[in-house]
């Protein structure tokens, strides 16, 4: 069996800014990690990799240093890396995207699980993980908390609703996307460090998925950021500089006489 962990990397939080033109996160000069929720996917590939006698494969999407993140996965644990990069994905929306990942699925012809993280930190959207098992018509379960148990045939997993806990069992293959509570992710070791750096990790193209040109890219994402801007917060404030007790009794008057205005006070 074939584990597979779609992962994305993504602007470390505090560096995020915004091309207010484009509407597209300005990535150059800035600092890229694994997406942090995409951690939490790749330990629970790993601890169900013995359960289920499977490979883990880390896949993502992006441009050539991307690979990055590939390796620091590996250097986690995972066997393998897949690099799906090309210019003709670039502007992908989260629709192009599990588009583009369901074929490298499909390419790689093995799949029985697939592990997603609950969202990107970028995008913040949840979407891709749904949508890559609608475009593969798989099963899908979100916000897996817990896997119970696990088998080749399926597995038992509980999942965060609105004021509860589900509990649900997913015939393999099928998707999960995971949350904070399914386990803590590991650090990368010595002898994963000196593997990931010497493996070879293939890179994809739309010739070798076999995409769509009108389904991929910006020509394949049916929405648009349309406009970005910061909100702007003015407040109106009086500045009371307080010297001696007049001034005190003066400003606690003032201030007073504002809350009344307001209704804030009797």
Partial sequence: MHIIVPIKQVPETSNVKMDPETGTMIRTGVEAIINPLDLYAIEAALRLREALKAKVTTITMGPPKAEKALREAMAMGCDAGILISHKAFGGSDTWATAYTLAQAVRHMDEGGLILCGERATDGDTGQVGPE????????????????????????????????????????????????????????????????????????????????????????????RVVKIERPQVSRKAELRRIKDAADVDRAASDLVEFLRQRSLVD
């Fill in 132 to 223: 890559l098992a609608a475009a593969l018509d798989l099963p899908v379960a979100t916000y897996v908390r817990r896997i119970l148990s696990a088998s080749p045939e399926g597995l038992r997993v509980e999942r965060l609703v609105e004021g509860g806990v589900e509990t649900l069992w997913v015939p393999l293959p099928a998707v999960l996307t995971v949350v904070k509570d399914v386990a803590s992710p590991r650090l990368p070791t010595l002898r994963g460090l000196q593997r990931a750096r010497q493996s070879v990790i293939p890179t994809w193209g739309p010739d070798e998925i076999e995409t769509r040109a009108d389904w991929i890219g910006l020509q394949g994402s049916p929405t």
